[in-house]
């Protein structure tokens, strides 16, 4: 990577990480709502998401994408399904009262899982950063080089 390239990937993360998204959003809604102790469990998957990101990018996922406009363009549809699903069922649910019974840490760390997941913030990025540094042409075992400034 260039240093050029490598500048702009660095900016771009600072950005980034520095603008809270859903994942921050529903930490302080879990902090404000369950306490401190509850609410950890989605930071934990914040943690969870990052790693599972983190290992598909060096996996190979990125290049499959650059590979293959298909696998993105039906990536994008499944995507755009789900979030029309996810405002159907807000605007259906919109008139109803919201819960305030307790959840068990393993409901926090599943829905909060599911924000992670989805988080088009979260996905954009590690798409972006892994992107210029992965080549669909190289063999599969060095199929992403490293992140590291250039020397």
Request: no cysteine.
């Given at each position: 990577m260039s240093f050029e390239g490598w500048t702009v990937f660095a900016l771009f993360w600072?950005?980034?990480?520095?603008?809270?998204g859903p994942n921050a959003v529903n930490c302080i809604q879990n902090g404000?709502?369950?306490?401190?102790?509850?609410?950890?469990?989605?930071?934990?998957?914040?943690?969870?998401?990052?790693?599972a990101f983190l290992l598909l990018?060096?996996?190979?996922?990125?290049?499959l994408?650059?590979?293959?406009p298909?696998?993105?363009f039906w990536a994008k549809l499944i995507g755009a399904g789900f979030l029309i699903y996810l405002g159907?069922?807000?605007w259906l649910n919109a008139g109803k009262p919201v819960s305030t019974e307790p959840r068990s840490g393993r409901s926090v760390y599943f829905h909060a899982l599911m924000i992670a997941t989805i988080n088009a913030k979260s996905v954009a990025g590690y798409l972006a950063a892994s992107r210029p540094s992965c080549s669909p042409t190289s063999r599969s075992g060095s199929r992403c080089a490293s992140l590291s400034p250039p020397r």
């Open positions: 600072v950005v980034f990480v520095t603008t809270p404000m709502t369950l306490g401190m102790g509850r609410a950890m469990w989605g930071v934990l998957v914040i943690l969870t998401q990052a790693t990018s060096a996996l190979g996922i990125t290049a994408l650059v590979a293959s298909m696998a993105f159907i069922r807000g």
